[in-house]
Structures are given as structure tokens and as C-alpha cells.
């Protein structure tokens, strides 16, 4: 019998700090994020919303503090990262989904078959042998997110997913975030669309001037913020 996976939640980081050549971008950063929640990480433009992602994603190394997975010795494979703008390599759009599959040693064979499957859930099956680089954006963040969904993530980062992309495309993508969900991934991401916020997010972390200044339900935050600096942002971001 195979023994049970160690467990990778909670995640606890404690006192996380990033301060490259001295100067303070993230200070002080404690949170605690539970298996199967979906955090959306706002904040104003600089605020350090796209360090503290590439932090937890393992991309960049802190220079204080301590990101721990659960049980885990070390940072767990099974984690998956979404930017704003897609990347798509010269080939078809399966191709694409099955590449990454190829980094982490999967087979041939069976990264086609996982990279279809991928590609199944983000209903973009119909588009799996078109060259990706002639799809629309929406599309192509679609494509890379059936990538990271191939991956079979527990946990999946995303900066500004839909920040590019039309109201459809967004829809689209929010869709298979939802369902993602609720088939068990843990999701963390930032957004600066208040509705897709209110939307999907069931906790809401917000981040001004490298700090965490609350970490709150999103019914009561989007009710009333607990820290002064949220609820300015709110009032200026909401109509
Ligand atoms: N790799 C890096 N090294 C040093 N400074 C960075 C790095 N990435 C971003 N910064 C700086 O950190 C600050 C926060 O950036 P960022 O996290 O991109 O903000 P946000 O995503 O909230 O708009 C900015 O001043 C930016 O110039
Ligand atoms: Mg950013």
C-alpha cells in the first residue's frame, strides 16, 4: 500500500521580507493559506502584488523569512503559475500544453493524452492542432491555462490572468477558475477586477506599500475592509 502524500498545507509563511540590494519591497509578510481556498490578492499598482506571487511560487528568493508547505522538507513540484500575457512557442496549441509535460519527464504519449485532457477542461479541444500563435489572447491564455492545469497543480498562482482580455475571454477563463476550484485546486490570485474578486474569491489578501494590511472573507471585506488603506482602495476602484 503507498503511504499517504505528505500533506503541503497549510501554507505558513512567517515573516517573509524581500529587500533586493536594500531596498523594501515586501516587509513583513505572515500568511496563512488553507488547502482549497481561492485568495484574490489585490491592491494598488506597485503595491508588491507580483513579488509576493513569484515569492510563493518559488521564482524569486526572499531575503528574509520563511515560506513552509505543510510537512513538506522542500517546495512541492505540484504548483503552477499563470502571468498576465501568455507565452505560446512556435508549434500547435496542444503542443503547447503537452511541452511542459516534456519538461518535467513525462512521456510522449502520455503528455498528448494529459495535454488533450488539459485542453477538454478549458473548452478548447476543437483548437488542439492550430498553430497557437495565430489564436486571439483570450485564447491564448486559455492555452496556458490548460498548461498549468496539465500539470495536475494543487495550488495555482495567478498575476493579473484576464487583465488583457475581453469581457468573453474573461468569462471563459473565470469559468474554468471556478471549476478548477471546485475540483480541489488551491488557488491564489490577484486581480484588479473588483467583480471577478467578488466573483470567485473566498478570502481576500491586500497587499499596500509591501505589506499586508488584512487578510479578510471577501463578503466581509467587500462589506468593509478592516484596514483605512483597503477601504480607500475600494472607494476609488468601485463605481
Ligand atoms: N525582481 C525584482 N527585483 C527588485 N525589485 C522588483 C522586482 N520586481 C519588482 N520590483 C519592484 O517591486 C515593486 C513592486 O512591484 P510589483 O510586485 O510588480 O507591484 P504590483 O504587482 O503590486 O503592481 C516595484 O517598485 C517594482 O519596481
Ligand atoms: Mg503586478
Partial sequence: ?????????????????????????????????????????????????????????????????TIQWG?????????????????????????NVAYGLHVQGVALSD??????QALERVGLAHLAERPAR??????????????????EPRILFLDEPTASLDPAATRAIETSLADLHQQGTTIVMVTHHMGQARRLARDIVFVHQGRITEHTPADEFFKQP??????????????
Avoid: C, W, Y
Avoid at 517573509?16 to 531596498?23: I, M, R, V
Avoid at 478592516?226 to 463605481?239: D, M, V
Fill in 226 to 239: 478592516r484596514s483605512t488603506a483597503a477601504s480607500q482602495f475600494l472607494q476609488e476602484e468601485l463605481p
Fill in 1 to 65: 500500500m503507498n503511504a499517504m502524500p505528505t500533506p503541503m498545507f497549510p501554507l505558513h509563511v512567517r515573516g517573509l521580507g524581500f529587500a533586493p540590494a536594500g531596498n523594501e519591497i515586501l516587509t513583513d509578510i505572515n500568511l496563512t493559506l488553507e488547502t482549497g481556498s481561492f485568495t484574490a490578492v489585490l491592491g494598488p499598482n506597485g503595491a508588491g502584488k507580483s513579488v509576493l506571487m513569484r515569492l510563493l511560487h518559488g521564482l524569486l528568493a526572499p531575503t528574509s523569512g
Fill in 134 to 151: 495565430v489564436l486571439s489572447g483570450g485564447e491564448q491564455q486559455r492555452v496556458a491555462l490548460a498548461r498549468a492545469v496539465a500539470l
Fill in 111 to 116: 503528455a498528448n493524452r494529459r495535454a488533450q
Fill in 71 to 95: 510537512e513538506l522538507e522542500t517546495r512541492p513540484q505540484q504548483q503552477a503559475m499563470l502571468f498576465q500575457r501568455p507565452i505560446m512557442l512556435r508549434r500547435s496549441v496542444i503542443g
